[in-house]
């Protein structure tokens, strides 16, 4: 069989796995997603081992240390994802947004009233010590 | 003990009974006084025994005590811990340990409640002890620290009723002035030390007198004279002794009467060789003694506050020691330097008990109280004595000490004395002279105005604690006594003669009985038409201005009473050419550094801040935008190291 055909293949179903991990919204087909990356990697893997015809094997070892680490990342996933909608009602990556930078309104330097707010409190501060002099 | 170690001992005991004072006036209330007062009489005591021990200094042959010692090498010009006793130094410490003493003892009384007593005595203490280290110290730079250290402790003292504006301003302005002062006085100890090699007050006076001399004896002069006038309050920097009254009574009378402005003439007494190598500096200093004391004289005549009108008069006898000294005569600065310190410190003290009596420090307020002077009698009697030794009438202190003045004056006019220009002599004299009839006069209207007021009757505030009193007594002494010791004062001193010359006697004695009878004639006039002015004005819609007061110098002084009043505008005028420039740059500095550098801050400020809220915007919190933005950097990555690989091939 020639390599063209796995390889086409693999490189389909990683194209597939990166579109669902980038644009799926549901947790869960995100990690399905993930699988399916790793399953183009294992591909991938057999395919070339076969085809170095590598006495050691290595591709085939290294398919199935992937596979025992993916059984275990879906595992752990799956629980992250079963705790966060127990916790809000919700398994929707979008709305998942603790990690974002907080809106501070005294952060915006395109407030016009933030500046002044400055500039007040140093000569406020300089009047103290004017007066304390 | 040696001598020696006596007169270590001196400015030793004051400095640790403030150091002790500073550490325990806290802690241990009942010590205060204690610490306050025997450490200052313990040196004056032992003052005492070193001018015994000195005997009459230079004049009967007693040579001055000279000793030095050197800590650790100080580079190329030594600077040693040396004393140098002549007979000025043994006697002016004499002084400084009396009025130290009395001061100390009578703020016992006069500061009894007065919640920071421990800070104030232990400063006095300090400044008592500096004064002494600057009459001891034989080396100009040991001399300087003492000489700081008094400008300091005027700050601290003139500030002691800091609650008040007016007290706050004096101080600095006392500080900021005679360090105006004492910038050139250092460079000029540094000129004086590079051209004679040293700092030795002895060396010194043996380079100047040697046949080389100086190298530069008119600029060291002139800049030691700034100081000088700074320290001395002499025109044109004598603007800060009269606000520094603000201060308690007694620091009045130790600090700006009898010790501290005492130090820039004992200075010049000091080095006179120095300056007398200059002959355009005698000429300067005689100018600058001419207008100080016949302006003050002027200003005093117009005062109201009585400690401001002791104040003008204070920075005019100094003018007249300055005024010796021009002539070259130092035998008769330092001795008016001693009567006047003994009577003025009398002056202040009496003031003291005078104002708490009347309550007020105006002289226009005491002149409408009646029975002033039986309120406090011993005040009365011996500023009488202080008030007739400074207006120079015979026999009393101040008469024999301006006579000395007057005389030394007279001897260089006439162009007896050696090296000293004639027109000095003449500057002298005729302001000397002019100043005795204007001395008498507001000394007149001091008396006149304080203790014959007529009016309502004097508030009663009870009898003065007696230890005030006896230290006016005490006080007193000198100021009738000092007279007698003309013909020993000599022995101690260079040799001349001090006892009073005919011409200048006459001279003086008449110009002051004038200038006191023309007051008194005044008084009586002013206080004539003061009565019948408040009795035409006894209508309800009079005024209290409308009623003359019978102040003799408004009537005396004419037009010039306005401008006299408030010292001839020279605040006005260094607020005008100083004070105004300093803010005008100030303001400037602040516009420059508000606007101009603040700009460049803050932009440094802003622009981080800006690039970070821009990146902060990235973070969304959408792990897929940021998967996204991994890929797309990766993409970018491998298309580049492809780019570069085949083109490397």
Known sequence: M???????????????????????????????????MLNAVNLNLVAFDVWLRD???????????????????????????????????????????????????HDDPYDPSDTAAVADAADATDEKAEATA | ?????????????????????????????????????????????????????????????????????????????????????DGFAALVAVLVGVVATCVQIY???YLRDDPRYPSYAALVSLFTSAMLLVVYSGDLIVLLVGWEVMGICSYFLVGHYWETPEARAASLKAFVVTKLGDVPFLIGLF????????????????????????????????????????????????????????????????IHAATMVAAGVYFIARLLPVFAASQAALIVLAVMAAVTMAGSALAALAQDDIKRVLAYSTVGQLGYMTGALAVGDRDAAVFHLLTHGGFKALLFLAAGVIIHAAGTNSLSAMSRMKDLRDRV???????????????????????????????????????????????????????????????????T????????????????????????????WVLAIPSLALGLVTGVLPDWFDGRSLTPALTTSVLGTGVALVGGLVTYGAWRHTTAMAAIGAASGATPDATPDAVPDADPGRLLLGPLYRHAAVGFHLDGAYAALFVRPVRAAASLVQFLDRAVVDTYVRAAAETPKALGWAVRRAQTGNVQTYLSALLAGTVVLVVAVVLVATAGA
């Open chain 1, 2 to 36: 020639h390599l063209v055909y796995p390889a086409v293949l693999s490189s389909l179903l990683f194209c597939t796995g990166l579109y669902g991990v980038l644009a799926r919204r549901n947790a869960i087909l995100v990690l399905m997603s993930v699988e399916l």
């Open chain 2, 107 to 109: 703020s016992t009384g």
């Open chain 1, 55 to 105: 006495t050691l094997h290595a591709g085939q070892a290294l398919t199935l240390f992937v596979i025992a680490v993916a059984a275990a990342e879906i595992g752990i996933g799956l629980a992250i994802v079963l705790a966060v909608y127990r916790g809000r009602g919700t398994s929707d990556i979008d709305k998942l947004r603790d990690a974002a930078e907080p809106r501070d309104p």
């Open chain 2, 1 to 85: 003990m040696t001598t020696t170690t006596l007169a270590v001992l001196v400015p030793l005991l004051p400095f640790l009974g403030a150091v002790a004072g500073l550490l325990l006036g806290r802690t241990v209330p009942g010590l205060v006084r204690p610490l306050a007062v025997l450490p200052t009489l313990a040196a004056l005591v032992l003052a005492v025994v070193v001018a015994v021990d000195q005997g009459g200094g230079n004049g009967n042959g007693t040579a001055a005590l000279n000793t030095h010692t050197q800590l650790t090498p100080t580079g190329s010009v030594p600077i040693e811990l040396a004393l140098h006793i």
């Open chain 2, 191 to 254: 000129a004086l030390a590079a051209d004679a090699g040293s700092f030795r007050i002895t060396t010194v006076l043996g380079k100047a007198a040697s046949s080389g001399g100086l190298d530069h004896p008119t600029l060291i002069a002139l800049l030691l004279l700034a100081g000088v006038a700074g320290k001395s309050a002499q025109f044109p920097l004598h603007t800060w002794l009269p606000d520094a009254m603000a201060g308690p009574t007694p620091v009045s009378a130790l």
């Open chain 2, 377 to 443: 009698p011993d005040a009365f009697w011996t500023m009488t004595v202080a008030l007739l030794a400074l207006a120079a009438i015979p026999p009393f202190s101040g008469f024999f000490s301006k006579e000395a003045v007057l005389g030394a004056a007279e001897h260089t006019a006439t162009g007896d004395q050696h090296g000293v220009p004639a027109v000095t002599g003449w500057i002298v004299l005729v302001a000397g002279l002019l100043t005795a009839l204007l001395t008498a006069a507001y000394a």
């Open chain 2, 445 to 472: 209207r001091l008396w006149l105005l304080a203790f014959n007021g007529r009016g309502g009757e004097a508030p009663d505030h009870g009898r003065q604690p007696v230890v005030m009193n006896v230290v006016l």
